[in-house]
């Protein structure tokens, strides 16, 4: 099956690539709102769906996938760091405690069906002190990445636990993807 993948993210691609689709990927360019208003869910749902409609506004014959991950804890969400020291804040609030993870997901079909639905996980990190942390950073590119983690390459080395879609923490809720894909053939 052929995807049209909203996204740059070379963690979706590769999620979708490994489970047998053929992808394409193009940028939306649909600007990401960061309303702490919203819940998680509203919030993860409504980015993915302005990348999903500006895409697929191009490529009606396509299926188009969006997705967009907001990482949540008490009350606050920690996007994509502006810098390194950005990333360190974060990375320090979320240490010792568990925060959750959620993926919108909204997949637009040709003939103009969408699907959309929300994914959430619990990640729980160790403790880490200041210098494991900049050791973490300096490992991994955390500007891209919301929270300013990376779960796909972790091996424990930061998380803990994951209660939930591993997939989902990594950037796209794959098994419960593949379950509206498969409805739709």
């Not at 996938?65 to 907001?70: E, G, L, Q």
């Not at 983690?149 to 993807?177: C, F, H, M, W």
Request: negative net charge; aromatic residues 6%; hydrophobic residues 40%.
């Amino acid at each position: 099956m052929k995807i049209v993948l909203a996204s740059a993210s070379p963690r979706r691609k590769q999620l979708l690539e490994g489970a047998g689709y053929e992808v394409t990927c193009i940028v939306s360019g649909a600007e990401e709102i960061e309303d702490h208003s919203f819940s998680p869910t509203d919030l993860a749902l409504t980015n993915a769906t302005r990348k999903a409609e500006r895409v697929a506004k191009h490529t009606p014959r396509e299926i188009v996938i969006a997705a967009d991950t907001v990482v949540w804890k008490e009350g606050r969400f920690f996007g994509k760091p502006s810098d390194t020291e950005d990333a360190f804040r974060m990375l320090k609030e979320l240490a010792g405690h568990t925060h959750e993870v959620v993926t919108g997901v909204v997949v637009c079909f040709p003939g103009g069906e969408t699907k959309a639905f929300a994914e959430s996980s619990l990640v729980t990190f160790h403790s880490l002190d200041d210098e494991g942390i900049r050791l973490y950073l300096d490992a991994i590119h955390p500007l891209d990445k919301a929270g300013a983690y990376a779960a796909q390459d972790d091996n424990g080395r930061i998380i803990k636990k994951i209660a939930g879609s591993v997939t989902n923490v990594i950037g796209l809720p794959l098994e419960r993807l593949e379950g509206v894909l498969r409805r739709a053939r």
